[in-house]
């Protein structure tokens, strides 16, 4: 498997607000994705975060809505920006290694935004 | 048409019984399959992976692919409570020069002792 951490686990913000989501993961990973789980929903991949260049944006989600960043290997960033209620749902980093890209992931982040 | 379905279930089961959960996917070219495990309140944990037609077994687990089909199953022989918990099947797809992993809903099991 991989060792993958992030932080905040939860988060309670209000609304028009921004929170920034740290994921790390092990030196192992090679690539690193963002997800959302909408409550009782499966997931939804939001993008693909990409060393060093912009991410890679899954239909329905914009950049300025949810930057991200990484800036080396091992580390990367999603921001929700001027939250909304809507925004409310866990934020899960994955990360994928092995020859077959197989993907693991973090604890994830509760957001509820008030 | 989405691109991996499940039956939503809820399941429930026997302890120490099989439970069965399925799932289909629209991609013809998906190559590469995933069963994860969530909690409630926790991140998905990979269970098992499968990549030929066939089946694959990883103790009390059994995947089975059947790529002519387009269909992947789980079976837990043996069923535990600590079994119930939802499952998610996920499907490997290409995307341009990458690829991307497509979940279904996920099936919710529950095993009465």
């Known amino acids: 498997s991989a060792v993958i951490s992030q932080k905040p686990s939860r988060d309670i913000c209000q609304r028009g607000t921004s929170l920034t989501i740290q994921c790390q993961v092990d030196s192992q990973v090679t690539m690193m994705f963002w997800y959302r789980q909408q409550p009782g929903q499966s997931l939804t991949l939001i993008a693909t975060a990409n060393q060093g260049s912009e991410a890679t944006y899954e239909s329905g989600f914009v950049i300025d809505k949810f930057p991200i960043s990484r800036p080396n290997l091992t580390f990367s960033t999603l921001t929700v920006s001027n939250m909304s209620p809507e925004d409310s749902s866990i934020y899960l980093c994955s990360g994928s290694r092995g020859a077959l890209n197989t993907q693991y992931f973090g604890p994830g982040t509760r957001l509820t935004v008030l | 048409q989405k691109e991996v379905e499940q039956n939503s279930g809820p399941l429930s089961v026997p302890e120490g019984a099989i439970a069965s959960l399925n799932c289909t996917y629209s991609?013809?070219?998906?190559?590469?399959f995933f069963w994860y495990r969530q909690y409630s309140g926790k991140s998905p944990e990979l269970i098992m992976s499968i990549y030929s037609n066939g089946d694959k077994e990883d103790g009390r687990f059994t995947a089975q692919l059947n790529k002519a089909s387009q269909y992947v199953s789980l079976l837990i022989r043996d069923s535990q409570p600590s079994d119930s918990a939802t499952y998610l099947c996920?499907?490997?797809?290409?995307?341009?020069?990458?690829?991307?992993?497509?979940f279904g809903k996920g099936t919710k099991l529950t095993v009465n002792p």
């Open positions: 991609d013809r070219v998906s190559q590469s």
């Open positions: 996920a499907v490997k797809i290409p995307l341009g020069g990458s690829e991307k992993l497509v």
